[in-house]
């Protein structure tokens, strides 16, 4: 019920890429719309033939002298860097004729758990055993910095597949690869261009009836994730991370959304921040300078936690010939200091100054879980090593949404526990029927438990008078 009260026209979308040459029907495949290399003049040919919504993917380079056949193509997938001013008039020549053009998000990467990570520990090289968390591949990060306002449209994500073994090179990834791929756009909020193997396209002309299974399970997920659940609620996040240039501290969100430690990027411009605001901890990757000074020590004395990664810039902005102007804490004694770190009590909140950078973002993302404490956490997970979460809620806050995905997808119970007091949980998957769960209460808190997440869930939480 709560999916049916959303807009029908709430939609996300995997594209399918194709470049054989011959295609299969559309009865046969079961989808409306491909996407097709434009130079592969035969495969859009056929693909038109056949009947498909067809989107031709074009390199940023041919962009100029490149025109559309006069029939039978709904859009253009623009591969490259390509300047905005020029995709723009692209736009705009194409749009009397109805053409839909989308620029590819090629930042992206295969979604997946990476075998023998290699770390450097004082020098010496060091393997992740089985014990150890693993590092996992993922693009919710770059998802949540690129949709960090609520206009701000999906963005069509791509990525090349990256072979492990000798055989996946020949044979291209399992079908689980391609749901985790298919789960992470549509939990995360984005859209996906899926290219399928060449290997598995060729199986699926000669009708192999494994790669037929293996395509019906990639259409239920599909249709799973066709709902942009996202776009309909908002994010919730108790992380506030202050930068200007996101994806020069891409790491350090990358590892804050690795530890479910919900963040949402803010513009140093957008300080400073309406009231009430919902954050418990900000993160000033970005030197403030004095005028923004004033709103991050009041963010701090009514009970916020500050942190600052370039401490030694503050107030470096001052108009030219006055002195350069500190923050008010400092006129206080340290509660903690390192060589590292130093804490100081300000008020009712706290301010700590990273005092050489963050050399290790996975180790600054666990000091900023610390910090935070169990209080302010938006979600905690148990036994949920490979899984990752996005929180949403909806703008009255009755009800709260949780995509979860398992990056390993092997099938294992996990606990959640979500601030607030909830009287319904209800869990849906591609891979089960809609089910009530179990809840328990503690402490404002509401803990149920996931029973089996193979690959990707979501989770509703409704507060019911």
Do not use: C
Request: charged share 20%; hydrophobic share 40%; net charge positive.
């Amino acid at each position: 019920m709560l999916v049916a009260a959303l807009s029908a026209s709430v939609q996300a979308e995997t594209l399918i890429r194709w470049d054989q040459e011959r295609v299969p029907s559309l009865e046969s495949l079961g989808i409306s719309t491909l996407v097709v290399p434009a130079k592969n003049a035969a495969a859009v040919r056929n693909a038109h033939a056949q009947g498909y919504r067809l989107y031709l993917e074009v390199d940023a380079s041919a962009l100029t002298g490149f025109i559309p056949p006069a029939t039978g193509v709904a859009g253009v997938v623009v591969k490259g860097s390509v300047p905005p001013a020029r995709l723009r008039q692209f736009r705009q020549r194409l749009h009397p004729r109805g053409i839909r053009v989308i620029a590819l998000e090629e930042r992206a990467k295969w979604p997946h758990i990476r075998s023998n990570w290699v770390t450097k520990n004082n020098e010496v090289l060091q393997v992740t055993g089985r014990s150890a968390q693993p590092w996992i591949e993922s693009n919710a990060a770059l998802l949540r910095i690129l949709r960090a306002t609520p206009s701000a449209p999906a963005p069509l994500l791509t990525y090349a597949w990256e072979p492990i073994t000798i055989s996946e090179k020949d044979e291209g990834p399992g079908i689980d690869d391609y749901l985790v791929a298919i789960a992470e756009a549509g939990s995360f909020g984005g859209d996906l261009l899926l290219p399928l193997h060449e290997q598995f396209q060729r199986k699926l002309l000669l009708g192999k009836p494994e790669t037929r299974a293996g395509w019906n399970e990639i259409r239920r997920y599909m249709n799973f994730y066709s709902w942009d659940l996202p776009s309909g609620y908002e994010p919730v996040a108790s992380i506030g991370v202050v930068t200007a240039a996101p994806m020069q501290w891409f790491e350090v969100m990358n590892l804050l959304a690795r530890h479910n430690l919900s963040f949402q990027r803010i513009a140093p411009a957008a300080l400073p921040l309406p009231t009430p605001n919902p954050f418990k901890l900000l993160i000033m990757l970005d030197p403030p300078d004095a005028a923004r000074l004033e709103f991050l020590e009041e963010f701090a004395r009514q009970g916020g936690t500050l942190v600052l990664a370039r401490p030694s810039a503050i107030g470096s902005r001052t108009p030219r010939g006055s002195s350069k102007r500190e923050g008010g804490w400092r006129s206080g004694t340290p509660v903690l200091k390192t060589d590292e770190r130093v804490s100081y009590r300000f008020g009712e909140g706290r301010v700590v100054e990273v005092l050489k950078g963050i050399a290790d973002p996975n180790t600054f993302a666990l000091e900023v879980r610390q910090i935070l404490g169990t209080d302010h956490r938006v979600i905690d997970i148990w036994n949920g090593i490979t899984v990752l979460t996005a929180p949403y809620q909806e703008p009255n806050g009755r009800t709260v949404l949780v995509t979860a995905l398992n990056y390993a997808h092997d099938p294992l119970p996990v606990q959640l526990r979500i601030p607030g007091t909830f009287s319904l949980v209800q869990y849906e998957s591609p891979d089960e029927p809609p089910a009530l769960l179990p809840l328990q209460h503690r402490n404002g808190y509401t803990e149920f438990v996931l029973p089996a997440l193979r690959i990707g869930g979501r989770v509703f939480l409704t507060r019911v008078p």
